[in-house]
């Protein structure tokens, strides 16, 4: 996994702290400026004592989970016998799991359709 950096010149950071649109980060605003906490849920919901502007597990809460993507994708079969290539609903890829047409593959937790 790659650090992502928001930026660095001269020993001073720049820019908007990764913590601010991360996944894992749990602030918590009082009424002062002085009232502030930051939480990483990567690291057990510990304190943090600053923002983070280079992080290795960043996850970026406005760009879609790869949980989620993976729940919405589609399906692409491909036929070595000369069948029918292309896409498949997840019904007809169900159905034919429980027909066993598909061999080798994992069992797969499917949404409701």
Known sequence: MSVLTRGVRGGTAFG????RTCRWAMYI???????RMLRCGWMNSRIMPFEAYECAVY???RQPAL?????????LRTEKNGGTIGFCSAKEWREK?????IPNQQ???WPST
Do not use: F, H, Y
Request: hydrophobic content about 30%; overall charge negative.
């Open 16 to 19: 908007t702290p990764l913590c």
């Open 29 to 35: 605003q009082g009424q002062a400026e002085s009232q």
């Open 59 to 61: 996850d970026d809460k």
């Open 67 to 75: 949980s989620d993507m993976k729940q919405i994708a589609w399906v």
């Open 97 to 101: 799991w429980e027909r066993e047409e």
């Open 107 to 109: 069992p797969v937790n």
